[in-house]
């Protein structure tokens, strides 16, 4: 499986971005978001399943959003209300036949 991210770049305080990540595949389990900011490990930000389930870390709780279409093969995350500290390079993942996938990450900066 791979899996190709879009949407990074630069966004302002307060602002929104939507990042999107195509798989290359059909996915039957879950799929998510994660973030890895300098010298910080790699945490998770958010992640849906094939039914629609959401889970998200409680930094992002009310402003970011994930979404997924089935039918794309893709999975996407609006962010909203960005703050600085949402400055990191995010990652999106997929589970496929137990087994875990990682996309090659895109850059958000949040700076004004």
């Known amino acids: 499986v791979q899996l190709q991210a879009f949407g990074g770049g630069l966004g302002q305080p307060g602002g929104s971005l939507r990042l999107s990540c195509a798989a290359s595949?059909?996915?039957?389990?879950?799929m998510g978001w994660y973030r890895q900011a300098p010298g910080k490990q790699r945490d998770l930000v958010a992640t849906i399943t094939r039914a629609g389930t959401t889970s998200y870390a409680d930094s992002v709780k009310g402003r970011f959003t994930i979404s997924r279409d089935n039918a794309r093969n893709t999975v996407y995350l609006q962010m909203n209300s960005l703050r600085p500290e949402d400055t990191a390079v995010y990652y999106c993942?997929?589970?496929?036949?137990?087994?875990?996938?990682w996309g090659k990450g895109t850059l958000v900066t949040v700076s004004s």
């Open positions: 595949r059909s996915i039957s389990q879950n």
């Open positions: 993942n997929a589970h496929y036949a137990s087994i875990e996938y």
